[in-house]
């Protein structure tokens, strides 16, 4: 049995007003073998890279190798545009060895709602993959039921946003809107559910050389 425990602590500042939720990093992470394109931060794979598309949005130049310079440049580009990052999952067990989400089970949640109340400035969330079981929406769903919350839908098309309502404190009745963005997950994997979504088989049949790459790049650009 493997214990998967995530190796980054959340990264917010006083001034997030964006949040990333996913769940967890591959395992080389947590154990350190890391690939030579891979970062040590957050979204540091380089074959599953969020930051291969922020990357081509910004047309920032990003190295890809285990350098302190690497993890820099992607710690100032968030601070920058007010993004944080908060995976969902702190731990979880693992039979085989390898980054599924359904392959996780005993898993640990963080805290979210706890830091959202922390930093009062965050007003979105943007989760790296939908409400399939053991995704970032999913456990986030669950875990908001402990504080009485549930995510209203405001548009169903994908991405798929929601809203829900929070409390700054217990004692206090003043509350914030909060935003929910289901982003199409990074993953290679999701290539196929892209495939055979009707916008992309529309934007593919004007451009045969669209590619899911482009598919993300184009969805990704409003929220980054």
């Not at 190295?63 to 990052?85: C, M, P, T």
């Not at 409400?131 to 209203?152: T, W």
């Amino acid at each position: 049995m493997f214990i998967h425990k995530h190796p980054y602590p959340p990264f917010i500042q006083e001034d997030t007003t964006k949040l990333i939720v996913g769940t967890l990093p591959p395992p080389r992470f947590s154990t350190g073998d890391l690939l030579e394109k891979d970062v040590n931060f957050c979204y540091g794979s380089y074959y599953n890279s969020l930051w291969l598309y922020i990357d081509k949005i910004h047309n920032l130049g990003l190295r890809y190798d285990n350098s302190l310079e690497a993890i820099e440049e992607r710690k100032q580009f968030l601070i920058k545009h007010k993004i944080g990052v908060c995976d969902i999952v702190a731990s979880a067990e693992r039979e085989k060895v390898d980054a599924s989400d359904l392959g996780m089970t005993n898993i640990k949640l963080r805290d979210v709602v706890g830091y959202l109340k922390q930093y009062p400035n965050i007003d979105t969330i943007l989760f790296t993959g939908g409400n399939s079981k053991n995704g970032p929406e999913y456990f986030f769903r669950k875990h908001i039921k402990d504080y009485g919350l549930k995510l209203a839908l405001v548009n169903n098309d994908i991405p798929r946003i929601h809203q829900f309502s929070l409390c700054h404190s217990e004692r206090s009745e003043e509350s914030r809107l909060i935003k929910t963005v289901s982003l199409t997950s990074a993953s290679g994997s999701a290539n196929r559910a892209i495939g055979s979504m009707k916008l992309y088989q529309e934007l593919k049949a004007k451009n045969p050389d669209f590619t899911t790459f482009d598919f993300r790049v184009r969805q990704y650009r409003e929220f980054f």
